[in-house]
């Protein structure tokens, strides 16, 4: 869709706010500094949006990526089908097991070539399911996108990329691929990666702030006029410019021009401020904290139906994070060159179980959420995977998933599966289809989504 | 200027095929390469903000980080414009302009006092209740507010009250005894904002003039004041500081609408300029103000249209991305302020000084003298910084130092001060090769290092001087010397637990040859764990080279990363590892042969690719696009050029702004 099609002129009524510093309701600020905590659900929030018609019982969709693929041994139950055990990655989910499927035997063969940089072409794989082009950048866009694209308008957000690790460039990444594969999960076409955010202070202000309160209906009505009126001026700056422009840079401009309709198009819409924010996120959190205080903002941020689609980076692909507190003091990636040494396999193992217990906090915060019919787990699937499967085979077949939630009733949950034959593209496609996306929005690598129910 | 013309000459002599030649029937062959459209990056927004206003906000440091392509986040293909940066930008933007505008008035000020802060100053049994103020008879209370500026101020009354016989309560506010105004309350309310003219040291009061006591009636008519906020002062205008003098020549505060209006078109047109880096045409000037005098027809202050106009300004398309004239049917000489565009977000990544500026609106930049000399002259300001940043900062390895994160079981005594010390070394080391009296091999064969204090100890150096801040030491007598035994590559380059002599070797044959070795084939074997045969790091690194397979790489890499292995993980010297002697010699696959990392680094030093490898490294930063084939000839005689003006790095950033690619724009077809 070109960005003409979607330029919708609404009603102004909300926060305006010209650049007056943030301010936020006085209960925002109560307990300042502590980590973000979600506040018990009131119905009440979910006010206007909630009453559209086929949309009050939206299901929201999340990818979950961790780094370096996984210990399978330790990854895969022993049996299939009810009632497996859980091996010792996955028992930090113990209690969630009903609401998780473990899908073994899918594949991702987009991240194979006939040259090094697996983790560069895996993490832009994951969730395109495109192979990446080695030089410049030309990969495609991720199913996120693809539902972020067909739920266009159902909320203020169309999408939200977070992570917790800040990728600063160094240069280099992976053989020689630009270090946007590595980073990104979340592409919006071939050319576009969308960066996420990393600091859960920046992702609560750019889902809360804004709103002042000091201010009259009036005066924000007058200042978002005026707000908008910089967006259609420069709007004007780049229509003239295009024409002047050689034929293989106006994607950049397309770019550009899409950005700025989707900030009108939330300036538009009042719901952002439907919604009672939590507190604010502390600064300096530790790793743990930081990315539980991530999951907390997510699960806000669904529950206020501010976004439905959400991409989570644990670490970027490729991640030479150190674990030292949990006895892994070497680089991530040194210890998924196992090589079959069984001191390689318990850093893998405890990592893994560390990145597992981090997602049960995340599950967790999606069940503590009520909706009218359940809680938020319910209305949710999420996907977690990874780049590559085995740290030395640096495979793309067999590789780890796991999901979770029941998509609005339509995934029992409870089972390991045996999906060999699958893909990771149709196991993005289930997640479309859930969330009431035509699975052809996403037309790569197979064509159905994997038939769970 | 003796040694200038003498580099102008050699310019002229080297560059023989002139994009400058007429285009008559001997048309120029010479294809530039297309230099793609790109945006700006957090850091350059954030400096051009910097040099335009002279802000100290710095919101590009909230952004994610830019992603690089080849080496650099400055390239093109790296630089997507996704919603996000745009939304972080126009909010960047914003500040920006609110800081400017700002710096032209007295800071507004809120002064909330809870009404317990009032005092009564009648008869009566009006006094303090709480936090509150009690008005339970007529009488009056007063408040000095603690005001630093005169001017105008909003006044407004959290207030309750109960009802009495008729109407609302009523008092009335008095400024040192004169009477302002009635306010009417009503219920538990705030009061409307009053606007009060006020100067420091005034008394406020509130007189209650209606009580009402009809106990038979019920009625008792009370007012509890309990908050009581002024803000000001609103639009006072102040002196604007020296440094904010070029983007805020003339205030916009306190005079006539007219005067107003024409110093914001001085502000608006020439902040337009500058930002966008071009002559502004008459009618983009014209949209810019009838946006601002649409503003104030809708009842925004000077300020409020000024801000507006100036956000206009830095959320276009013009100032986030580094647009160029449209191309012409044949390749050609660009613009000098396109040139100088080129120059500055090479150089400073950030926009054209004043003298640049005026080089170019002369159009005296097209002058390779007058480029050069503006090369040097960028090259010894401050702002040059930019290249240690980003260019030396991604090239060589600095950034990396950041993400160095040893094991803390193994090596207690590393803390977050050294990692910080030793990049500082590096950018201080770095910052000594912008001298073009110092040639550009001195990068590894110095024996100086620039360290502060916790280097000294981490080194065992003795400095000889005392004082605090970086100080040149002689670090050869401790056995270390040139960039590649700089403490923060050693440890940046070593896994968390051990020497990596493949990541070090990597690393030289990569960033300073530019002769990266092909990646190991999949599933390969890794690195062999230690053996009784095999204790060491280079013992078992050649166990895995007697695989053949192996070889054929690591005969190349492995030589160079042992040179590095009198280093251990951390940046130290060190005798020993696993218990035994180091070994630190090698040789090269021609047959050189050498024995630690000073050696190597002489040899490096004299390896004719390392220039070659600068200057390809230098033409993608300065173009934001990869080196093409057709680009060779272009290293070549930047190559040739540094070589001939001397060989310091400066010189090789002239070589590389005279070349005719950084001059020139390739033709293209625009339907």
Redesign the interface.
Same mark, same amino acid.
Not at chain 2, 36 to 39: A, I
Not at chain 2, 64 to 73: I, L, N, Q, V, W
Not at chain 2, 75 to 78: K, N, P, Q, S
């Given at each position: 869709m070109s960005w003409q099609q979607w330029r919708v002129r609404g009603r102004p009524s909300h926060d305006p706010q010209l650049d007056a510093p943030r301010s936020w309701s006085r209960r925002a600020f109560l307990g300042g500094a502590g980590a973000a905590i979600t506040l018990p659900f009131l119905p009440s929030i979910l006010g206007a949006r909630g009453a559209m018609a086929d949309d009050t019982q939206p299901v929201r969709a999340v990818w979950w990526f961790i780094p370096n693929g996984v210990h399978m041994p330790a990854f895969r139950p022993e049996t299939y089908g009810e009632g497996y055990t859980l091996p010792r990655m996955l028992a930090p989910l113990s209690g969630l097991e009903p609401h998780l499927h473990v899908l073994s035997g899918l594949t991702n063969l987009a991240g194979i070539d006939d040259r090094a940089g697996d983790h560069a072409r895996g993490t832009a794989a994951f969730l395109t399911c495109v192979t990446p082009q080695h030089e410049g950048v030309a990969l495609g866009e991720s199913a996120d996108q693809a539902a972020a694209r067909a739920l266009l308008g159902r909320t203020a957000f169309p999408s939200l990329q977070l992570g917790y690790e800040a990728s600063v460039s160094a240069g280099q990444c992976d053989s020689g691929y630009a270090c946007a594969y590595s980073h990104n999960v979340s592409w919006a076409n071939a050319t576009t990666p969308l960066p996420k955010l990393t600091d859960p202070r920046a992702v609560f202000d750019r889902l809360f702030a804004g709103f002042d309160v000091a201010a009259t209906e009036a005066e924000r009505a007058q200042r978002l006029r005026w707000r908008m009126s910089v967006l259609d001026d420069v709007t004007a700056d780049a229509a003239a410019l295009q024409s002047r422009l050689s034929p293989s840079d106006r994607h950049r401009l397309d770019a550009y021009l899409t950005a700025v309709r989707a900030l009108e198009f939330r300036l538009e819409d009042p719901s952002t401020t439907a919604c009672e924010p939590p507190i604010r996120p502390g600064t300096g959190l530790a790793r743990t904290a930081r990315i539980d205080a991530m999951s907390d903002l997510t699960a806000v941020a669904l529950r206020c139906d501010l976004t439905r689609v959400v991409t989570f980076m644990l670490a970027d692909g490729l991640s030479l994070a150190s674990y030292p507190d949990l006895g892994a003091p070497g680089a991530h990636h040194g210890y998924s060159h196992h090589q079959g040494n069984p001191d390689n396999h318990e850093a893998l193992v405890r990592i893994g179980a560390w990145e597992m217990e981090r997602f049960a906090y995340f599950l967790r915060a999606l069940q503590a959420d009520p909706t009218p019919t359940g809680d938020l787990l319910d209305q949710t699937l999420v996907f977690l995977g990874s780049e590559i499967s085995d740290g030395d085979r640096h495979n793309h077949d067999d590789m780890p998933a796991l999901l979770a939630g029941h998509g609005g009733g339509r995934v029992a949950g409870g089972q390991h599966l045996d999906v060999t034959g699958r893909t990771y593209a149709d196991a993005h496609r289930l997640l479309l289809d859930a969330a009431g996306v035509d699975v052809s929005a996403f037309p790569v690598d197979g064509t159905e989504p994997l038939p769970l129910s | 200027m003796r040694r200038f013309l003498q580099h102008a000459l050699v310019i002229a002599a080297v560059s023989a095929c002139g994009v400058e030649e007429p285009a008559s029937n001997n048309p120029p062959v010479f294809d530039p390469g297309?230099r /793609?459209?790109?945006?700006v990056n957090r850091a350059e927004l954030d400096r051009m903000f910097r040099d335009l206003t002279a802000t100290t906000l710095r919101p590009g440091l909230?952004f994610?980080?830019?992603? $690089?392509?080849?080496?650099?986040?400055n390239?093109?293909?790296?630089l997507?414009?996704? /919603?996000?940066?745009?939304?972080l930008a126009?909010?960047a933007a914003?500040?920006v $302009?609110?800081d400017l505008i700002d710096a032209g008035r007295i800071p507004v000020t809120v002064t909330a006092v809870d009404g317990a802060s009032w005092s009564s100053t009648s008869d009566g049994p009006n006094a303090t209740n709480g936090a509150a103020f009690a008005f339970y008879g007529n009488g009056a209370a007063s408040w000095t507010p603690p005001l630093l500026a005169a001017g105008r101020y909003a006044l407004r009354l959290d207030a309750r009250t109960t009802p009495g016989d008729a109407g609302p309560a009523l008092l009335v506010l008095e400024i040192d005894g004169v009477e302002i105004e009635t306010i009417a309350l009503e219920g538990a309310e705030s009061s409307p904002a009053t606007e009060l003219d006020l100067a420091p040291g005034a008394t406020l009061a509130l007189r209650f003039i209606n009580d009402a006591w009809i106990p038979d009636a019920g009625i008792d008519r009370n007012v509890w004041l309990d908050r009581v906020t002024l803000e000001g002062p609103i639009d006072a205008p102040a002196p604007i500081p020296p440094e904010r003098a070029e983007a805020l020549p003339c205030t916009l505060i306190g005079v006539s609408d007219a005067d107003a209006r024409a110093c914001a078109e001085r502000v608006v047109t020439g902040l337009a300029t500058r930002s966008w880096r071009r002559p502004l045409a008459s009618e983009e000037a014209a949209?810019l103000m009838a946006?601002w005098d649409?503003?104030r027809s809708?009842?925004?202050t000077a300020a409020?249209a000024t801000?507006?106009v100036l956000?206009?300004i830095w959320?276009? /398309?013009?100032f986030?991305?580094l647009?160029e004239?449209?191309?012409s049917a044949t390749s050609a000489p660009v613009d000098a302020w396109t040139l100088a565009q080129r120059l500055a977000i090479f150089l400073w990544g950030s926009v054209p000084d004043a003298a640049l500026s005026a080089a170019a609106a002369d159009g005296s930049l097209l002058d390779p003298v007058v480029l050069e000399a503006h090369t040097r002259r960028m090259a010894d300001d401050p702002k040059a910084v930019a290249l240690i940043d980003d260019f030396a900062g991604?090239?060589l390895?600095i950034?990396?130092v950041?993400?160095a $994160?040893p094991?803390?079981?193994?090596f207690p005594t590393f803390t977050i001060e050294i990692r910080d010390a030793f990049a500082e070394e590096m950018r201080a080391n770095f910052a000594s090769l912008l001298d073009d009296e110092v040639p550009f091999r001195n990068l590894l064969t110095s024996e100086w290092s620039r360290v502060t204090d916790p280097l000294l100890d981490w080194y065992g150096l003795e400095s000889g001087f005392s004082g605090t801040g970086a100080r040149n030491v002689n670090v050869a007598l401790a056995g270390r010397g040139g960039w590649l035994a700089q403490g923060g590559l050693l440890t940046a380059l070593s896994?968390?637990?051990r020497t990596s002599p493949v990541k070090r070797g990597v690393w030289v044959l990569?960033n300073l040859l530019c002769d990266?070795p092909?990646?190991?084939?999949?599933?390969v074997?890794?690195?062999p764990?230690p053996s009784a045969s095999a204790a060491t790091v280079r013992d078992r690194l050649e166990a895995h080279r007697a695989n053949p397979a192996c070889a054929a790489c690591h005969d190349r890499i492995d030589p160079v990363g042992f040179a590095f292995e009198g280093f251990d993980p951390v940046g130290r010297v060190r005798t020993e590892d696993a218990g035994l002697p180091i070994d630190a010699t090698g040789v090269l696959p021609d047959g050189t042969a050498f024995d630690g990392l000073t050696a190597l680094q002489a040899h490096l030093a004299d390896d004719p690719r390392l220039a070659a490898c600068a200057a390809e490294r230098m033409f993608v930063y300065a173009h934001g696009r990869?080196a093409e084939a057709a680009d060779g000839p272009t290293l070549d005689r930047t190559v040739e050029t540094y070589t001939a003006l001397g060989g310091s790095f400066v010189d090789l950033l002239v070589a590389t702004t005279t070349s005719e690619a950084f001059r020139a724009a390739r033709a293209?077809e625009? /339907?």
């Open positions: - | 297309h /793609p459209l790109r945006r909230d994610p980080p830019d992603d $690089a392509a080849s080496g650099f986040d390239h093109a293909e790296a997507g414009f996704s /919603p996000l940066f745009f939304e126009e909010a914003g500040a $302009a609110r949209a946006r649409a503003v809708e009842g925004g409020d801000q507006i956000k206009r959320t276009s /398309p013009s986030l991305f647009v004239p449209p191309p991604q090239w390895g950034r990396m950041g993400n $994160a094991d803390p079981a193994l896994p968390p637990t990569t990266e092909p990646p190991p084939p999949p599933n074997e890794g690195f764990e990869d293209e625009v /339907p």
